[in-house]
Structure formats: structure tokens, C-alpha cells
């Protein structure tokens, strides 16, 4: 097997090539293999099977922190293994470095004396420092505080300019291997007109060590403590100056012109991207006619979609179709459907459809068994469909309603490819889990398919205009499996309650997830989800500052991904509050069950959902949970005051007093951390299943 081999991010080595021999026809698994020892560790995500293409990616800080030498292996179905070849050497990477929580990596990819693909990786523990635990930003100053491992009854803290090696001098305080330090600012503005960098030390009786942090868990300080900029003059000299921690996890101060912007302060738009002039458009005969094909083809789309379903094919049989948006990315949804497909593929064909895609590698490990299609592949250099591709690509699509996020991905040719799809199945049942999609499939499968529509929200959850479309087109599915018993009245309400569609309450199910149980000991809180208004995180930090004040030492983390003006709006208001110690914005992980037992508390901020499936994860990691009583779902998975507390909608107060009890009361987390382990039982991923076998096997009959 030959392999092209990338850096993917920090750490991150991804594989991708062709399989070779027919004997790794069935491969199902890549693993690094120690040389010595032959201990192995599999790859975070591997595809392979009956497809030729392979893909696998290992995350090198998950390697023991010693220096190895790691072979690359292919293990197929059958047992037999083959070793994957290099490419050839001006395609490798170069040598990389990362630092993880306690260590650092250095690590090369090389092809041996035959040609395999093997990794060189060497790992140290970080230099002796001072680990610093608070950085407070005043006006004039900052104020460090942290530990030493010197135990010195005296020292100083001391500023280096990369620029000029200018040193600047302040006090340290030491006691019990603790110490504090104050470094003002003013002397730090220098009259250089570009950027300077000062780099902190901590000289404790012989010894200067260097100020960072590497003991919290966090690799990546950096991209999680970002810390107020304070404006400071000297002598007719302006400067901004903000302390940072550097990509080693050091702590430094950036000294810049007050005129020079930085990237948080770049104006956006609401797309996360900056603002640019719409391109002229050349006019005459050939713009004529793209727009009268684009006219058509939405037309066309409209037509298909108002008839309703196409006459009876084959009969329905086992087979089962999944149709998700990007099953490439992470998110509830995303994880849900895999979640099922996985199961539902002990015993039954399945296939995973992706409308879309635009990652390499996906974010969630595809289940085993499953097949996965695309029907839009959005990367670079990917997309077909010829001259027709490429001209309904710039057009938004008509299949799913503005109102729902997915139609930032959809166009007219996604509409296309999906309407397609749909009208192609002969047999089986499709699974819907978006409400155009389920729209779509309504109206466009044939009537030998059962078509089922997987509700992730309440029924207003998208707003008027697309509860309206469902009003329409959903009696003509064969049934709704929707999440909450309120879900299940709106529903049955809102449709008018007859025979057709079947519409039942299936819950969401939770695989088992890495990591352990919470010991309720850490003095961390945890949120998940992405920074989107809807998840409230701008009611969260402020709730948050009073357990802040009251117990400095708990920190509350954020983990989700946004659009970077959302980061930015997210983190001024960290700055408001002055939490920028407390409030982290972790970023996306694809840990997060390991980060849940890592914590010993989880708040759900919502302002809606429609069943939180992180409340059920957290819950299985032995975490009680804090939340809104919001539409939908809190309130039938908590039981207030048992596994967890429920406050009042949009009561900020409320939610802060919440977090503070159980912050204040160990005992009471672990009582109720214990009912909310057991709670989660009821969600396992074989429960659900069955439920959805007995769903399948009625609408599945002709």
C-alpha cells in the first residue's frame, strides 16, 4: 500500500493511500506498532474495506512520553497484517514538534531500508519552570501568581526583551514553594517602533526559570487563556501590551503599537468571514443563459417536490438508508446517527448518506459496518458534475429552508444530487435527519421505500415557515420518531393526530464513552456546544462569575467550535466580566467524554434543544448537571434535585446559585452524580436499538 502522509494539526499525523493486495481487501484497522516491545496503539479513525481508498489518522501525544520507534501496520479482517509503503522522501513532512500536558514531542516520519512507512518519535518532560496558576491584567500592571520547584526564601521576577535583551526587574514573594510577583508595565515601553516581545523569568536563589504553564492539561495555552490588552505610555510612547502564553507554553508580553490591530479586533461579517464587494459580473448571451438553467432547475426541483410520492416499487425490505448533512463533522446529530447506524448494522445493511463533505477525515469514527456515500464532496478540487456542477454550486438551494443552518452548505446542485439520491431508492427504509431533508423524502421517495423523519427539535424549533412545510408534507411519511414526550404532543397536535404518519418517542442513545467516571474532586465545571446564540454560553459566563468570586480556584470550560466572530464576542465578554483565569474557550475536541470525567460538574446553558444528548453524556461519566428548564428536553431527562437542578428559563441568577451549591458541596455532587450514572443506563445504545428495530419492522412491511 502506498501512502501519502500530512500533518493534520498539532500532533495530528493523518495516512492516506490506495489499498494494494487483494489480502487487505477487508482491512478494518491501522495501528502503530512499538518496534521493540510490539505494543500497539490503533489510529484515532481508519477507512478502509471494500473501498480501495484508506485513510487513518494517529494522534502522536496519545504515544507513551518516551523516545520509540513506531511501525506502521494495516490489519485486516482475517487477521493477516501489511505494512504500509512510504512515499517517497522529498513527500514527507519534516520533523515536527508539539507539546502536551507534561511533555514535549518531537517526532519524523521516514521510510525504513524497504520502503514502509515508520515513526521516529522522541519525548522529554518540559524544562524545570515556574508554573504560573493566575495572571491578573490591571491597568499598570500584572500580577503573577504560581508555584516554584526551588524553595527559595527570596528571588525576583524578570522581564527579557527578544528585541534588545533589556532586562526588567521586579519583586518575587516565596512561601511554602508558592510565589507572587508584580511586574508594572510602564517600564516595558520602549521607543521601538516595531513589535516587541518580553519573555518572564523567575530567578529563585541560583536558578531562572522560566515562567509557563504545563501541570493544568491544556497543550494548547495559547488558543485557551487569551488575556485583556492594556494601553500604557512612556514619555509621549503608546503601546499595547498583552500577556500571552507562547506555542511552548511559555509565558511572554507582546508590546505593539497602540495603531497596530490585532486579529480579534478585524471587523466580520455574520458569516465569520471579513466583508468584500460582490465581483462584477460579465454580462451578455452565456450569464443569460447560466441564469435561465439555474431557473430551471429550482423550478424542477419545486415541481417534484409538490407532487408528492411516485408510485410503488419493490417491497419494502431490511436495507436502511441514513441521510445526514455532513457526516464528516461533529455535533449531536452527527453522533446520534452514527450511534444508530452502528447498531442497527448488527443485523441489517446500512448506509450512512453525506449530502456533503469538506474534511479529509471526520471527526467521529464511522461504525463499523457501515457504508458511507457522498453525494456533494465540497473540498478543494473535488466536485463533479461537470459544466452543470459547477454552475449550480454558486446558487443557494430551494430544498432546505433558509431558517435551518444546513442551507449555508446547500445549493442547487446538493439539491440535485439529494433529490436524485432519494428518487433512486427502490427498497428499504430512508432515515431523515433534517427537516428539509425530510421534506424532500415526503415528497421523492418511491412509495416501496418507508420513509421515517428523525425530529432533533420541537416542532417550532426552526420557526413558522418550516413548521408550515411540515404541516404540508409530513402526513405523507410513514413515520416520526421524535425525542421528548412533548415533542410527542406538539406533533401528534400539530398533524392532527391520525393513523398516518406513526409518530413515537425514541430517545437518543449513548455509546459508551472513554474516560472513566468523575471523582468529583477537580474543580471544574464544563460546557459543550457550539458557540451559537442558542446555547446560551453569553448567559453562562456571567451566571459563572459569582462561584468565580466565591471559589477562585474552580474554572469553568467551554469546549465547541464557532465562526471567529463569535470567539471574539465570546471572549470580550469574558474580559467584561474579568474571568479570563476562570472562563476558558477550550475549542473542539474529540475527547469529550475524557475532559467530562476530567470535571466535576456539566451546565447546559440553552435557550432550546431538543434532546440534549451532552446532558446523557455527561451523565454517564457519574456528572450531575445544572440547566435551563428550556424547550425541549431538560426537564424530561433531569429530575430536579436527584441527578441534577433545574433553574428557571433564561434566569441567570438562578443558574449561577445553582453551580455554586454544588461547587460549595462535595458530598451532594457525588449523590447526585451516582443518580445520574445510573440514569444513563437507560440511554444505552441497545435499549434504543431494540425500539428502533420494532419501528422499522412495521414500516418496513408493504
Not at 12 to 22: D, K, N, S, T, V
Not at 57 to 78: I, K
Not at 274 to 301: M, S
Not at 312 to 324: A, D, K, T
Amino acid at each position: 500500500m502506498a501512502a501519502r502522509v500530512e500533518l493534520a494539526g498539532a500532533g495530528r499525523l493523518r495516512l492516506e493511500g490506495r489499498l494494494g493486495a487483494p489480502s487487505v481487501a477487508g482491512a478494518r484497522q491501522a495501528v502503530l506498532r512499538e518496534r521493540e516491545s510490539g505494543r500497539t496503539v490503533p489510529a484515532a479513525f481508519v477507512r478502509a474495506g471494500s473501498d480501495p481508498e484508506f485513510e487513518a489518522a494517529f494522534d502522536v501525544t496519545e504515544l507513551p512520553a518516551e523516545d520509540a520507534t513506531w511501525d506502521v501496520v494495516v490489519v485486516s479482517a482475517d487477521g493477516s497484517e501489511e505494512r504500509l509503503v512510504a512515499p517517497p522522501g522529498d513527500e514527507l513532512p519534516d520533523a515536527s514538534r508539539v507539546r502536551a500536558a507534561g511533555a514535549v514531542y518531537r517526532f519524523r516520519a521516514y521510510a525504513t531500508a524497504r520502503g514502509n512507512l515508520s515513526l521516529s518519535v522522541r519525548a522529554a518532560p518540559p524544562p524545570p519552570h515556574a508554573e504560573v496558576a493566575r495572571v491578573t491584567v490591571g491597568d499598570a500592571a500584572l500580577a503573577f501568581e504560581g508555584s516554584a520547584p526551588a524553595a527559595a526564601a527570596g528571588g525576583h521576577l524578570v522581564a527579557v526583551s527578544r528585541l534588545t535583551e533589556r532586562e526588567v526587574v521586579a519583586p518575587a514573594r516565596f512561601d511554602a514553594g508558592r510565589f507572587a510577583a508584580t511586574l508594572e508595565l510602564r517600564p516595558l515601553v520602549g521607543d521601538a517602533a516595531e513589535t516587541e516581545v518580553w519573555d518572564l523569568h523567575l530567578d529563585a536563589g541560583a536558578d531562572r526559570l522560566r515562567l509557563g504553564a504545563h501541570e493544568d492539561g491544556i497543550a494548547n495555552k495559547g488558543d485557551v487563556f487569551v488575556y485583556p490588552r492594556r494601553e500604557v505610555e512612556r514619555d509621549g510612547v503608546a503601546r499595547a501590551l498583552r500577556p500571552y502564553f507562547t506555542s511552548a507554553n511559555n509565558l511572554s508580553i507582546r508590546s505593539r503599537p497602540v495603531s497596530e490591530p490585532e486579529e480579534e479586533d478585524s471587523e466580520e461579517g455574520e458569516d465569520g468571514t471579513a466583508d468584500e464587494p460582490e465581483e462584477a459580473r460579465d454580462g451578455g448571451d452565456e450569464h443569460a443563459r447560466e441564469t435561465l438553467v439555474h431557473r430551471l432547475v429550482a423550478w424542477r426541483l419545486r415541481r417534484l417536490t409538490a407532487r408528492g410520492r411516485p408510485g410503488r416499487g419493490e417491497p419494502r425490505g431490511q436495507s436502511v438508508h441514513i441521510v445526514l448533512g455532513h457526516a464528516f463533522g461533529l455535533g449531536g446529530t452527527i453522533r446520534t446517527a452514527l450511534n444508530l447506524a452502528g447498531e442497527l448494522a448488527r443485523d441489517r445493511e446500512v448506509e450512512v448518506i453525506s449530502v456533503v463533505r469538506r474534511r479529509d477525515v471526520p471527526l467521529l469514527p464511522f461504525p463499523e459496518g457501515v457504508r458511507v456515500s457522498v453525494l456533494d464532496d465540497q473540498r478543494e478540487g473535488r466536485g463533479g458534475g461537470g459544466r452543470l456542477g459547477a454552475a449550480l454550486r454558486g446558487r443557494p438551494g430551494v430544498l432546505v429552508h433558509r431558517d435551518d443552518h444546513f442551507s449555508a452548505s446547500a445549493t442547487l446542485w446538493t439539491d440535485v444530487l439529494l433529490a436524485r439520491r432519494l428518487r433512486s431508492l427502490r427498497s428499504g427504509v430512508v432515515i431523515t435527519t433534517r427537516p428539509g431533508f425530510s421534506i424532500a423524502a415526503a415528497r421523492l421517495v418511491r412509495r416501496g421505500v418507508a420513509a421515517v423523519a428523525q425530529e432533533h427539535m420541537h416542532f417550532l424549533g426552526y420557526g413558522e415557515e418550516v413548521a408550515a412545510l411540515k404541516r404540508e408534507a409530513y402526513p405523507s411519511l410513514d413515520a416520526i420518531a421524535v425525542l421528548t414526550d412533548e415533542d410527542l404532543r406538539q406533533y401528534a397536535e400539530a398533524l392532527g393526530g391520525g393513523a398516518r404518519p406513526r409518530i413515537v418517542r425514541i430517545r437518543n442513545a449513548v455509546p459508551p464513552l472513554p474516560g472513566g467516571t468523575s471523582s468529583h474532586d477537580t474543580p471544574t465545571v464544563i460546557a459543550a456546544g457550539r458557540l451559537v446564540p442558542q446555547k446560551g454560553f453569553d448567559m453562562l459566563v456571567p451566571a459563572f462569575a459569582p462561584v468565580a468570586q466565591a471559589h477562585p480556584d474552580w474554572r469553568l470550560r467551554i469546549y465547541g467550535s464557532a465562526r471567529p466572530f463569535r470567539f471574539h464576542a465570546l471572549r470580550r465578554l469574558i474580559f467584561e466580566h474579568e474571568l479570563y483565569n476562570e472562563v476558558l474557550l477550550m475549542g473542539r475536541t474529540e475527547r469529550l467524554g475524557e475532559e467530562m470525567a476530567r470535571a466535576s460538574l456539566f451546565v447546559l446553558s440553552s435557550r432550546f434543544e431538543g434532546l440534549p444528548m451532552v446532558i446523557i453524556e455527561a451523565m454517564s461519566k457519574g456528572l450531575p448537571v445544572v440547566a435551563f428548564d428550556c424547550p425541549t428536553g431538560p426537564r424530561e431527562m433531569i429530575d430536579d434535585g436527584v441527578d441534577g437542578i433545574l433553574v428557571p428559563e433564561g434566569d441567570v441568577a438562578a443558574l449561577g446559585e445553582a453551580m455554586r451549591s454544588l461547587v460549595a458541596d462535595r458530598d451532594r455532587r457525588r449523590r447526585y452524580g451516582a443518580a445520574a450514572l445510573e440514569k444513563a443506563r437507560s440511554y444505552d445504545v441497545g435499549v434504543i436499538g431494540q425500539q428502533w428495530r420494532a419501528l422499522l419492522a412495521e414500516v418496513a412491511r408493504p
